[in-house]
C-alpha cells in the first residue's frame, strides 16, 4: 500500500514530519530550561503538553504549506528538473533558520519579561542598533551564528538527502488519480491547520486554560503566537465611553463633575525660603523582590534597605507596563503607557503634553543617560516637554569608560550627575534633575572591583541559593547589588558636595526584571502577573520627610505631583497623578497594562482585589490579593466587581482621551 503513494506526496509529508519533531524540540528546550512548573498538577501539564503539540503541528504544515501547493502542482515533474532541487533546498535552510531564529529570540524574550514573543516585541527593532548590542554583549553571538551555520549545512544535506530518496521512486498515474492525491493532500493538511473537530479551529486563546500563567505560556506557540497577537492593537479614542467614565474618574482624582476639567492647580501659601533641589532616580529592572527590604532572602540590597528605613516609602507602589521606556513615558507625562505594539514614547501624536516637570519655575533642569537620550525616542517625550532642559549623554561627560551597549555605567552616571549638580549648588541655583541608571539591565555589567564593591564569585554562591533569590543568574544578582552600592555611592557624594541637606531625593523602580519562581513571596501577585509591576517608590529627605511606611496604593505617574508639592512649588496638575501625601487623597488605587489570557489587558489594584479585563475579548477576573491562591471572585463580589470595572474602564478611556487632548496651549 505505502509503495503505491507518489513519491511526492510521501515527499510533502516527511517534511512536514521533520518540520514538526524540529520545532517539538524548542518545546522540550522550553520545558527544560525555562518552565517553573512546580506544584501544577500532572492533568493539567498533559493538557499544556497535548495543545502544545497541536500548536506545533499547525505551525510544520503552515511553514511547509506553500511548497506543498508547489509540489502537487508539478507532482512527478518535482523530481525531472534541477531548479527544483535547488528551490526546496532554498526554501527548507530559510524555513528551518526562520523558525530557529525565531525560537531564540523567544527564549530570549520570554526570559526577560516571563511572555511569549508576541508583535509588541517589534518595538525593539525601533532601535536595531541598540538591541543588537544587547544582544552580542549579553550572548554568545558568535558561537550561535557557527551554530546557525552548522545548521543551514546540516538542511541543505537533509534536503539533498530527502530529495534524491524519492527521485529513486518512478510512480505513473492517471489525471484522476492525481486529482485525488492532490484534493486528499489539500484537505488533510488544511484539518492539521484547522486542527479541531469543533465549529472553531485551533486558536492562540486555548493555550490559556489555567489559572497558572507559567502553564499557559509553556502551551503557545511562540511564532503562531507572534503573528496572531498583531490582533492586539488598542482602540483609539472612543468619546462616547470617556464622557460615559468621566463621572467615575471625576469623582476618583476630586475633579469637577459637571463640566470635564482636568485642571487642578496646587498653590503653597508658606514656601520654603530655600528651594529644595529635586532628584529623581530610576531604578532600573528594580522591583520589590529584588530586595531584602521586602523580602528577597539573598541580602541583595542593604544599603538601600538601610535607605528606606530613613525615607518616607510606599510598599504598594506599582509601574503601569513592565519596560523601561514605557515607565520614563508615565513618570514624566504623568499619563500611563497603554500603547500596544509600541511604547507611548515612540508616538510622535501623543508625546506633546501638560507636564508639571515643566512647571518648576526658577529651577535648572536636567537629565541624565549613560547612554544615548534617542533611545525609545525619550529625547522626544523630555525635550517636547520641558522649556530649558539640558540632556547629559554619551558624548557630553568629563570622564567616558563605555562599559556596555549602555554608555558608562551606574557609578560614573552618578559621578557625572554629581559633578554637575555640584556647580550648580555652588552657584546657588536650586535645580531638578532626572537620574536614568542602566547597569542592572542585561547585559549586568558590573566592574571586578568599585571602591568597597566586588561581585560574588561563582564558588561563593550556587545555583540552589541564587534560586532561593528568585535570581536567573549570578550576572543578575552582582548588578542589583551594584546599584544598591552605587545609590548608598551617590547620596555620600551629595554630602560631599554639600546638596544632601537641602535635596529631595526621589528613587523608583521602573519595572522589575525578568525572574525565576519567587517562593518567598507571601501572596499571588507573581501568578497574577502583576508582581513585575511592583517596584519600590521612597523619598528620602530628612530635611523635609520623616521615615514612614506608606500602605496606600499609589503608581508611577503619582510622582512628579507628590514630590513637587513636597518641595512646595506652585504648579497646576492636568494629569492622572495625584499627591500621595493629601491627607484627602485616601480613595487611592493603582492603573497597570498587562497580558493575561494571551491578549492585551488592563487592571485596577484597589482595596486589597485586583480586577483585569481584557481589550479586545472583554474577559475579567478579579481576584482578591490577601491570598495565595488564584480564584476569581467577580460572581462572588458583584459589588466590587462592578465598581473596579467602571474605574477601571474610566482609568483606560480617560487615558486614551488625555493623550490627544492634553496638549501644551501657547499663551
Known amino acids: 500500500m505505502f509503495q503505491k503513494i507518489p513519491n511526492y506526496i510521501k515527499y510533502i509529508f516527511t517534511n512536514v514530519f521533520f518540520l514538526f519533531v524540529f520545532v517539538s524540540l524548542f518545546r522540550g528546550i522550553f520545558y527544560l530550561f525555562f518552565t517553573q512548573l512546580e506544584n501544577i498538577s500532572t492533568q493539567e501539564i498533559q493538557k499544556a503538553v497535548l495543545l502544545g503539540i497541536r500548536f506545533d503541528l499547525k505551525l510544520a504544515i503552515i511553514a511547509f504549506f506553500p511548497f506543498t501547493l508547489f509540489v502537487l502542482i508539478t507532482n512527478y515533474r518535482f523530481f525531472k528538473n534541477k531548479i527544483y532541487k535547488k528551490t526546496a533546498t532554498f526554501y527548507l535552510v530559510f524555513i528551518y533558520l526562520a523558525l530557529t531564529l525565531f525560537y531564540l529570540f523567544d527564549f530570549g524574550y520570554y526570559?526577560?519579561?516571563?511572555?511569549?514573543?508576541?508583535?509588541?516585541?517589534?518595538?525593539?527593532?525601533s532601535n536595531l542598533k541598540i538591541s543588537t548590542q544587547v544582544l552580542f554583549e549579553s550572548y554568545p553571538i558568535y558561537k550561535g551564528l557557527l551554530g546557525l551555520l552548522i545548521l543551514c549545512f546540516i538542511i541543505y544535506k537533509y534536503s539533498h538527502f530527502i530529495y534524491n530518496l524519492f527521485t529513486k521512486t518512478h510512480q505513473e498515474a492517471t489525471k484522476k488519480l492525481k486529482a485525488l492525491y492532490f484534493i486528499f493532500t489539500f484537505l488533510l493538511l488544511s484539518f492539521g491547520i484547522y486542527n479541531s473537530v469543533t465549529h472553531y479551529p485551533l486558536r492562540w486563546s486555548e493555550a490559556f486554560f489555567s489559572k497558572n500563567n507559567a502553564i499557559n505560556q509553556f502551551s503557545l506557540n511562540p511564532v503562531l503566537y507572534f503573528f496572531d497577537s498583531f490582533a492586539f492593537r488598542s482602540e483609539g479614542v472612543n468619546l462616547e465611553?470617556?464622557?460615559?467614565?468621566?463621572?467615575?474618574?471625576?469623582?476618583?482624582?476630586?475633579?469637577?463633575?459637571?463640566?470635564?476639567?482636568?485642571?487642578?492647580?496646587?498653590?503653597?501659601?508658606?514656601?520654603?525660603?530655600?528651594k529644595p533641589n529635586i532628584i529623581f532616580v530610576m531604578l532600573e529592572s528594580t522591583g520589590t523582590a529584588t530586595m531584602s527590604f521586602y523580602g528577597n532572602p539573598l541580602n541583595s540590597t542593604p544599603k538601600m534597605d538601610s535607605i528606606i528605613k530613613k525615607s518616607l516609602s510606599f510598599?504598594?507602589?506599582?509601574?503601569?507596563?513592565?519596560?523601561?521606556?514605557?515607565?520614563?513615558?508615565?513618570?514624566?507625562?504623568?499619563?500611563?503607557?497603554i500603547e500596544d505594539v509600541k511604547t507611548a514614547s515612540r508616538n510622535p501624536m501623543i508625546i506633546d503634553q501638560r507636564i508639571v516637570f515643566d512647571q518648576i519655575k526658577g529651577y535648572e533642569k536636567s537629565y541624565f543617560i549613560g547612554g544615548s537620550a534617542n533611545w525609545a525616542?525619550?529625547?522626544?517625550?523630555?525635550?517636547?516637554?520641558?522649556?530649558?532642559l539640558k540632556i547629559y549623554?554619551?558624548?557630553?561627560?568629563?570622564?567616558?569608560?563605555?562599559?556596555?551597549?549602555?554608555?558608562?555605567?551606574?557609578?560614573?552616571?552618578?559621578?557625572e550627575a554629581d559633578k554637575e549638580l555640584k556647580k550648580l549648588h555652588e552657584k546657588g541655583k536650586p535645580f531638578v534633575t532626572y537620574i536614568q541608571t542602566a547597569t542592572n539591565h542585561m547585559p549586568?555589567?558590573?566592574?571586578?572591583?568599585?571602591?568597597?564593591?566586588?561581585?560574588?564569585?561563582?564558588?561563593?554562591?550556587?545555583?540552589?541559593?541564587?534560586?532561593?533569590?528568585?535570581f536567573r543568574s549570578l550576572g543578575q544578582l552582582n548588578a542589583i547589588r551594584y546599584l544598591d552600592f552605587n545609590v548608598a555611592r551617590f547620596l555620600d557624594?551629595?554630602?560631599?558636595?554639600?546638596?544632601?541637606?537641602?535635596?529631595i531625593f526621589v528613587f523608583f523602580g521602573d519595572h522589575r526584571g525578568g525572574m525565576k519562581k519567587l517562593n518567598f513571596l507571601k501572596n499571588n501577585e507573581d501568578d497574577l502577573g502583576i508582581q513585575v509591576h511592583h517596584v519600590p517608590f521612597f523619598i528620602h529627605a530628612p530635611k523635609y520627610v520623616e521615615h514612614q511606611v506608606v500602605d496606600k496604593y499609589a503608581k508611577l505617574i503619582d510622582i512628579f505631583p507628590t514630590a513637587t508639592s513636597l518641595a512646595k512649588i506652585d504648579y497646576t496638575n492636568y494629569t492622572l497623578g495625584r499627591n500621595l501625601l493629601d491627607s484627602t487623597a485616601t480613595n487611592t488605587a493603582a492603573f497597570v497594562y498587562i497580558q493575561s489570557k494571551g491578549e492585551k489587558a488592563v487592571g485596577v489594584i484597589k482595596n486589597g482585589f485586583y480586577y483585569e479585563k481584557t481589550n479586545i475579548s472583554k474577559k475579567a477576573s478579579l481576584f482578591s490579593l490577601d491570598t495565595n491562591k488564584i480564584k476569581d471572585i467577580k460572581l462572588d463580589k458583584p459589588n466590587v466587581t462592578q465598581q473596579m470595572d467602571s474605574l477601571l474602564s474610566a482609568y483606560y478611556h480617560t487615558t486614551k482621551y488625555l493623550y490627544f487632548n492634553n496638549k501644551k496651549v501657547d499663551k
Not at 572591583?449 to 564569585?457: D, G, M, R
Open 111 to 125: 526570559e526577560y519579561l516571563a511572555i511569549r514573543l508576541d508583535a509588541s516585541s517589534l518595538r525593539f527593532l
Open 315 to 337: 510598599s504598594k507602589f506599582y509601574v503601569h507596563k513592565p519596560g523601561t521606556a514605557g515607565s520614563v513615558f508615565a513618570s514624566i507625562t504623568g499619563l500611563p503607557d
Open 377 to 388: 525616542n525619550i529625547r522626544g517625550v523630555f525635550q517636547s516637554n520641558i522649556k530649558g
Open 393 to 415: 549623554e554619551e558624548g557630553s561627560f568629563e570622564e567616558e569608560n563605555r562599559a556596555d551597549v549602555w554608555g558608562i555605567d551606574d557609578y560614573d552616571l552618578f559621578k
Open 241 to 274: 465611553k470617556f464622557k460615559t467614565y468621566y463621572p467615575i474618574i471625576a469623582k476618583h482624582l476630586d475633579l469637577p463633575k459637571d463640566t470635564i476639567n482636568f485642571e487642578k492647580k496646587v498653590t503653597f501659601n508658606n514656601p520654603y525660603k530655600e
Open 493 to 503: 557624594r551629595a554630602k560631599e558636595s554639600g546638596y544632601y541637606d537641602n535635596s
Open 444 to 470: 549586568f555589567t558590573v566592574p571586578d572591583k568599585k571602591e568597597s564593591y566586588t561581585p560574588n564569585l561563582e564558588e561563593d554562591i550556587d545555583e540552589e541559593t541564587l534560586l532561593k533569590g528568585g
